[in-house]
């Protein structure tokens, strides 16, 4: 079936650091691929997206590209803040709506 | 707005005693789900709908049940809860059609089984 792996956290970085999150995937067909983040104490809100190979999704300064060839979907963003310490998910979705989730990654961004 | 919306937002019960999470959406969607967040699992599926009255297992259905009467409603049951069922737990819902839809998440419960 359909499965992500994501990095291990947590993740300690200091203000204007850049920040790497891996995520590879295993899928049949062609799945659209998410990353979702989650804050302290609140829901997950969709960050980005990418529907198909080569895409490129980005958002409030992040972006990840998704690559066929490598069945990868990694996190990046070049400067963070202390506002993006949050639980990080990759996630894929197949045909049937689900979505398939990562672990989560936990960030935290320290002045 | 739009939004999901999930009530109660935390519960602390014993074990066997029923309860019920209510999860509404006012975006006429119709696909909505349910899933629980353990540390180290992510978030995994337990149910979900594809529409009125249609309702199928996810990943991790047992010792729940769910029901979906109307389209803007899909509450969770758990009819005899234990304590592995402590958990956070998400409803979700997106629009029918395309696998690129984002699913839109409520706040989360946070349930405690004693």
């Known amino acids: 079936g359909d499965s992500v792996?994501?990095?291990?956290?947590p993740v300690t970085l200091s203000e204007e650091a850049c920040l790497t999150i891996n995520c590879t995937y295993t899928a049949t067909g062609y799945p659209s691929l998410f990353w979702y983040v989650q804050y302290p104490g609140e829901g997950l809100q969709l960050l980005l997206k990418a529907t198909k190979a080569d895409d490129k999704?980005?958002?409030?300064?992040f972006e990840a590209t998704y690559r066929k060839e490598t069945t990868s979907f990694h996190l990046e963003k070049g400067s963070v803040q202390v506002s993006d310490s949050a639980v990080y998910f990759c996630a894929l979705s197949g045909p049937d709506y689900k979505l398939s989730?990562?672990?989560?990654?936990t960030v935290t961004v320290r002045a | 707005e739009a939004q999901v919306t999930q009530n109660p937002r935390y519960l602390i019960t014993v074990t066997g005693k029923k309860l019920t999470v209510t999860c509404s959406q006012n975006m006429n969607h119709e696909y909505m789900s349910w899933y629980r967040q353990?540390?180290?699992l992510g978030l995994r599926q337990i149910y979900y709908s594809m529409n009125v009255e249609v309702t199928d297992k996810g990943d991790v259905p047992e010792g729940y049940k769910v029901s979906r009467k109307e389209k803007r409603n899909f509450p969770l049951i758990l009819?005899?809860?234990?304590?592995?069922?402590t958990s956070?737990?998400?409803?979700?819902?997106?629009?029918a059609g395309g696998n690129y839809n984002e699913q839109f998440f409520g706040p989360g419960t946070r349930l405690t089984v004693l």
């Open chain 2, 88 to 95: 956070l737990y998400f409803c979700a819902s997106r629009p």
């Open chain 2, 79 to 85: 009819e005899s809860p234990s304590p592995n069922q």
């Open chain 1, 57 to 61: 999704g980005s958002n409030k300064g």
């Open chain 1, 5 to 9: 792996t994501q990095m291990e956290g």
């Open chain 1, 101 to 105: 989730f990562g672990a989560g990654t």
């Open chain 2, 38 to 40: 353990d540390p180290g």
